[in-house]
């Protein structure tokens, strides 16, 4: 969800936004590859896994905004 949240940022402010890289060198190949475990280990069904990421970018909202508007604060 992260990595995909700061693609998303990088294309709404049409340039390098921070934590860019290591998302998407980082972040997207290691969830990848961890998702693809868990379906491989039939520990979660594929939909289950997409209701999980749908939780997860719901809780990720909230939390990077007020962690914007806490460093807009600080500034």
């Given at each position: 969800?992260?990595a995909?949240?700061?693609?998303?940022?990088?294309?709404?402010?049409?340039?390098?936004?921070?934590?860019?890289?290591?998302?998407?060198?980082?972040?997207?190949?290691y969830?990848?590859?961890a998702?693809?475990?868990?379906?491989?280990?039939?520990?979660r069904?594929?939909?289950?896994?997409?209701?999980?990421?749908?939780?997860?970018?719901?809780?990720?909202?909230?939390?990077?905004?007020a962690?914007?508007?806490a460093?807009?604060?600080?500034?």
């Open positions: 969800v992260n995909v949240a700061h693609a998303f940022q990088a294309v709404v402010f049409r340039g390098y936004v921070p934590g860019l890289v290591s998302a998407l060198t980082l972040e997207l190949p969830a990848v590859w998702f693809r475990g868990v379906r491989r280990a039939r520990l069904s594929g939909r289950r896994l997409a209701v999980l990421v749908g939780i997860a970018a719901i809780a990720h909202t909230p939390l990077a905004a962690a914007v508007w460093g807009k604060a600080l500034v």
